[in-house]
């Protein structure tokens, strides 16, 4: 696997060698000094140019990088918008390990956009076409302090969508259930875990992507909770799952809304419970649910 510095040399090399390549700038992991660093980081790259064009019609160039294993061209989908003139990407997986995420950017676009992601490192920039960039930063993914009406939906949403939970349960309809409790139920239960995060921190940390950094600020207890809550395709493993889920969220709300002063109704947590339970516990063949 070739190493860091082999890779800066040979994308400023190739950048250096090619005159429609005017300057070069590195987002991501690379540039967080927040990130663990492990041979998984990808290197997102953008090489400012002219024009785009000639780099999308050139099927050959970007060989330059290496042996491409496999490779994703995300402005080719053709369910999502794309600004081909100004903006243009690979995505590529090389055989020996390594992942480049290029981009071909207008220089007006990135004049315009290279300030919008401060985790961001001018590489080269052959005529000072680029403003000035201050250090990279992880500031913008830091936990926000919620509003207290933020505060009050995330709780509402979590206990209300937990009756859909239920029924799914009920009905054994697991593709249903896992879409319910993984991308609906458990994302209001990383927000309140965010916030608990936050009001330990002072709101100056990032728990990244999906939560993958949860485990740096909750003690090892709470974590292996939160880890717990996920499930596989048993019945009897999610209902159980989804009631941990619950008093988790239950105590987690109750401890975030007394660090900021706000006010929790702990009567709606436990009428949803006291629902789902009862709703487990309901044969198949009846005709009303109470």
Not at 16 to 41: C, H, T, W
Not at 152 to 175: I, Q, T
Not at 197 to 221: C, M, P, Q, R
Not at 247 to 272: K, M, P
Request: aromatic share 14%.
């Amino acid at each position: 696997m070739r190493d860091e510095a082999t890779m800066y040399k040979l994308i400023l090399d190739i950048a250096n060698e090619d005159d429609k390549i005017l300057a070069v700038y590195m987002n991501g992991s690379r540039v967080n000094v927040n990130a663990p660093k492990d041979i998984f980081q990808d290197y997102d790259i953008v090489f400012v140019v002219k024009e785009t064009k000639p780099f999308i019609e050139d099927k050959n160039w970007i060989h330059k990088f290496g042996n491409i294993l496999y490779m994703q061209y995300p402005d080719e989908h053709p369910d999502f918008p794309s600004d081909k003139e100004n903006f243009y990407g690979w995505l590529m997986q090389f055989d020996d390990g390594n992942r480049i995420d290029l981009h071909v950017e207008t220089v007006t676009h990135a004049k315009e956009h290279i300030l919008d992601d401060k985790l961001c490192r001018i590489l080269l920039d052959k005529e000072d076409i680029l403003p000035k960039v201050l250090e990279p930063t992880d500031a913008d993914y830091y936990v926000r302090k919620p509003s207290e009406a933020q505060f009050r939906a995330c709780v509402n949403e979590f206990w209300w969508c937990s009756n859909n939970l239920a029924k799914g349960l009920w009905r054994e309809e697991m593709p249903y259930v896992q879409d319910m409790a993984n991308f609906v139920v458990r994302k209001q239960l990383e927000k309140m875990l965010s916030w608990k995060v936050g009001l330990k921190t002072d709101f100056s940390v990032s728990i990244g992507k999906s939560a993958k950094y949860l485990h740096k600020w909750l003690d090892e207890e709470e974590y292996q909770l939160y880890l717990s809550t996920y499930f596989g395709g048993d019945m009897e493993e999610a209902w159980n799952a989804v009631l941990l889920m619950c008093d988790l969220f239950a105590a987690v709300t109750a401890s975030v809304a007394s660090g900021l002063n706000y006010t929790y109704d702990a009567n709606e947590g436990e009428a949803a419970l006291s629902f789902l339970k009862h709703v487990r516990n309901l044969p198949k063949d009846v005709d009303e649910i109470y």
